[in-house]
């Protein structure tokens, strides 16, 4: 008898053992079985994301960060249509992150999203490098600022459009997902893996400037001399071992089951409450339909939390005689009926709304970086000696400002902050951290214009198209690439962090996809911007505050308008953080602490 009660000891410790060996937040292994610990996820999989991104970073902005003087060099392009084409351009591949979130979160998966946008990506920068190489760089070593190149037909220019929007497409539908996906990798339910999962969004953050600080240095010197084609070679080939080295992870990552299409979801929720607008709600939530299983959230993702705002949409939950009407027995009609966690799912994006708005401005401010900047710094002196520094490689500071400022605050300021702190040893929230960045944000626009009036007062007038028209050095740049890149550490990685704790389990990818979309939006304004300046600016002897000639302009009026706009936009940030509420979710470990996410 003791002997079959040890043999049934045994027995519960073993299939005990077996249990903890799973992960706990519900992930899945290659082949829908419950990912075990050991031989899953974590950083041995996150390093193969790392790499993956920072090789696909390398490869799009080694079309992305010299594409404005392309359009000016090779296609002939005047400074602000090329300023507006490159915003333009940027803009849909954070649209195309949208489209990517939709497809992973509803049916693909992030894992098969990847796979096939990075194929996509890899497509689209083939056609890029031929067509370039057979129809656009001609004469061989044009586009170098100095050798004009020859005119294109509609259908070269067309097949270069085509290729650059399908480089965004495969970029766009791809980056939202594999910053989620390589989250994913770590258990947050577990508290190792999740301070692990904290630190991976800082770590991918530097992945991306590190894979574009190639581009921005080796590419951009090259592609500046007129050798394009070998640039977006070298772009493609990058691109091409990123999607092998995804592949050959596969057997390592862990996964989570799409949840369906989440519009019909949130359209239930919406209309359900419609038709209940005249009932009257009870004061307690008791009351309000809870669901179990897999119907409280899909696929069986974790439950959340009753909040008390939006009460109205309170309402599809209110369960009444008529909700299984025309249903089987026991089954609800769910356009008059919701589990409260599928109304918290629309809570959750409402709240977010006002935060993600307040991203956009600053989204105009660093897109500068990739059009303005450069333009300014290709009108400044550009040589040491006889070596020629490209403006474009002047974004390596930007780089360097986020290495070194993803060190001090990871190291230095949020063990300070958090020892300081009375609430807890807890540092920077990361709304706080996206507040800092918009008050940096505002020093890098006040130190361009500051810069651009210096440049303009030692401006040679009458030169129209040289390079160097100014005898102030293009460095007189760092300071403000530096501000961006301080500015970035604290606007991005806090954003991607926020967005995805903050969004329900079966929307993570959505959460990624708004970062995105912050910035296709960001890009969008800051063309209609320039487009109002220079409708606006624009007279009969004056060309405008940004012309072709950027001697006889005032960008720096520009750029002081930008600092004024985000001013503004800081202090409707502050407000809409001030307001908003953290989510909470059943089997969050970090849910024991109740400190509020909205301090300011």
């Known amino acids: 008898m ?7 000891e045994n027995a519960e410790f073993k299939f005990k053992e077996e249990r903890e060996e799973c992960t706990l937040d519900g992930s ?10 050991a031989k899953s996820g974590r950083w041995v999989a996150g390093i193969i994301i790392l790499l993956n991104q920072g090789l696909a970073t390398l490869a799009f902005f080694g079309v992305g960060v010299n594409l404005v003087l392309f359009l000016t060099r090779v296609l002939q392009q005047n400074n602000a249509d090329a300023a507006n084409s490159v915003s333009k351009w940027t803009g849909t591949v ?12 509803s049916y693909w998966g992030r894992y098969k999203t990847c796979a096939i946008f990075q194929l996509i990506f890899v497509v689209g920068l083939i056609s890029l490098s031929l067509s370039s190489y057979i129809f656009l760089v001609r004469p061989r070593g044009c586009g170098d600022g100095q050798t004009p190149c020859g005119t294109h037909s509609s259908m070269e220019t067309g097949l270069f459009y085509f290729s650059i929007y399908l480089v965004a497409l495969g970029n766009g539908g791809y980056q939202p997902n594999i910053a989620t996906f390589g989250a994913d990798q770590f258990d947050e339910d577990d508290p190792k893996e999740g301070s692990s999962k904290v630190a991976f969004f800082s770590y991918f953050y530097l992945a991306l400037n590190l894979g574009s600080l190639f581009s921005n240095t080796i590419l951009g010197y090259f592609e500046d001399e007129g050798m394009w084609a070998l640039g977006f070679w070298v772009s493609t080939g990058s691109a091409f071992a990123a999607l092998v080295l995804f592949l050959v992870g596969s057997p390592r990552y862990r996964h989570f089951t799409p949840t369906g299409n989440p519009i019909s979801r949130f359209c239930q929720v919406v209309v359900s409450a419609a038709k209940k607008w005249r009932l009257e709600m009870p004061p307690s939530a008791e009351d309000l339909y809870s669901a179990d299983g897999k119907e409280s959230s899909s696929n069986g993702s974790r439950r959340i939390l009753h909040t008390h ?11 009444t005689s008529r909700d299984f009407e025309g249903q089987k027995q026991g089954i609800r ?28 401005i600053y989204s ?9 900047f450069v333009e300014q710094g290709a009108a ?14 002047m974004s390596s500071f930007d780089i360097l400002s986020v290495a070194a400022f993803i060190f001090i605050y990871r190291r230095v300021l949020d063990p300070f902050v958090g020892r300081i702190k009375k609430s807890g040893s807890k540092g ?11 008050v940096i944000a505002v020093l890098a626009m006040v130190s361009a214009g500051v810069l651009e009036c210096y440049r303009l007062k030692y401006a040679i007038k009458d030169c129209t198209h040289c390079e160097g028209s100014s005898s102030l050095s293009i460095f007189w740049q760092i300071p403000q690439y530096a501000f961006i890149g301080a500015s970035e550490v604290f606007m991005y990685v806090g954003q991607l962090e926020f967005f995805n704790a903050q969004t329900p389990d079966g929307l993570k990818s959505f959460g990624s996809a708004l970062c995105m979309a912050s910035i296709s939006l960001g890009n969008y304004v800051s063309s209609l911007l320039v487009s109002m300046v220079m409708k606006i600016s624009t007279e009969d002897h004056m060309p405008g505050w940004i012309p072709g000639n950027l001697n006889k302009g005032h960008l720096d009026r520009f750029y002081f308008l930008l600092a004024a706009l985000t001013t503004i936009d800081l202090v409707a940030y502050i407000c809409c953080a001030k307001w908003y509420k953290s989510i909470k979710m059943e089997g969050r470990f970090e849910e024991k602490d109740e400190t509020d996410d909205s301090e300011v």
């Open 28 to 37: 899945v292994d290659l082949h829908g079985r419950p990912a075990i610990r």
């Open 94 to 105: 954070y649209i195309f992150s949208l489209v990517g979130a939709f497809l992973s979160d």
């Open 428 to 438: 920077l929230t990361e709304l706080q951290r996206m507040g800092v960045g918009l």
């Open 380 to 393: 400044m002196k550009t040589t040491i000696s006889s070596f020629r520094i490209p403006a474009a490689s």
């Open 364 to 372: 105009v401010v660093f897109t500068q970086m990739a059009s303005l």
């Open 309 to 319: 705002g939006f009460k109205f949409l309170d309402r599809a939950a209110f369960i």
């Open 2 to 8: 003791a002997c079959l009660e040890l043999c049934k």
């Open 333 to 360: 009609n769910p356009w008059r009926l919701c589990p409260i966690t599928q109304v918290e799912e629309v809570k959750c994006i409402l709240r977010l709304l006002p935060i993600w708005l307040c991203t956009i």
